[in-house]
């Protein structure tokens, strides 16, 4: 038979699965990074306009693996009000969709949400040509000119050098409702944390939890080299106006020893400038890899005890604002099946992430 006749182009067959491109260019294109739009999730965006999360050249040496996963934009968002019929975006990407096991949705696309805070509901994603590292894309389009508020995700683990919102030519734009206090909540941790591997950016386990408390999320996730760096605590430090910090790295540690000696550290720089903001220590779930290998699961009771014990040691000794998570069942029933490849999150994995620990992280936050 002829090989090529066997091939699948679903988008030739079902029109829902072709890209959702823009079809004329009578529409009005606006600069997010200009009022009344509002970027969130990246800390040093006022300082230095662009789309990273840690500063271009930080006063504390990092690594080269940590420089270049700062320009993915996990935990972005562009947040505005408008009564536009089309709704589109150009993006420009740092590169193309490269990954083997989450889907270019996921790790370069742009996805939308329609509501007040507290209300968001989920409307579209960028369907895009995954081969290109540029799309010009619609994400709605409707009959009524209703004053909508809309929240749009950035990608996951892509960097992002431009993006441009389009709008009816006669549509107004006007800025977000406010966040019901301006105190940030900022997560640092792994690749799970930077939401590998959500089949969207909103799947992201901290963009759910936004959408339930109304904060900036400051999304500080470092695929494979979130390892608890003392310069990444000194860092971490310098973002104003926290209202809480989540140490989620422990599947980074390297080794058990290691981890002893970065988490008492991390938390010593932290509380050096901040002592009395809330801190929670997060433990990692078990992989699917501790069913054939019992040294990963002994490893992981390990850290266990010695998280307990550390938390349980430093608030003895007066630090009443810090708490600790056990992550054993973070995942809740059946949580085999809510990964991807037996570590990474399915979108089911973080949504049963974000509903553990929101109420965690409002009962603490200040």
Known sequence: MNGARNQVNVGNLDRNMQPLLVKDDGMNW?????????????????????????PLKPQYDITEPVDILADSTAGGQIRFRTNTRKLAIKVTLKGKA???????????????????????????????????????????????????????????????????????????VLAPPNYKDEKKLIFYGTSILQGGCASRPGMAYTNIMSRRINREFIN??????GKGEANM?????????????????EPNCVSTELYKETLPRFIQIYREKHPEIPILVVS????????????LYRERLERLEFQNLLILRLQQEGDTNIYFYDGTDLLGEQWQEKTVDGTHPTDLGFLSMANNLSPVVEKIMI
């Open 30 to 54: 606006l600069d997010p990074k200009q009022s009344p739009f509002c970027i969130n999730g990246f800390a040093w965006i006022n300082e230095e306009k662009i789309y990273r999360r840690l």
């Open 98 to 172: 490269n990954m083997f096991h989450m889907p270019a949705t996921g790790q370069c696309g742009f996805d939308c949400y329609i509501g007040e805070p507290g209300e968001q509901v989920f409307c579209s994603v960028s369907r895009y040509e995954h081969t290109e590292d540029h799309y010009e894309v619609v994400l709605f389009e409707r009959a009524n000119q209703s004053m909508l508020s809309i929240t749009l995700h950035f990608p996951l683990y892509q960097g992002v050098d431009e993006v441009i919102i389009g709008i009816d030519a006669e549509a107004s």
């Open 220 to 225: 500080l996730g470092f695929s494979g080299n």
């Open 233 to 249: 605590a000194r860092i971490i430090r310098e973002i104003d106006n926290p209202g809480c910090l989540v140490l989620d790295y």
């Open 284 to 295: 990692k779930f078990p992989y699917a890899q501790e069913i054939i290998d019992p040294q």
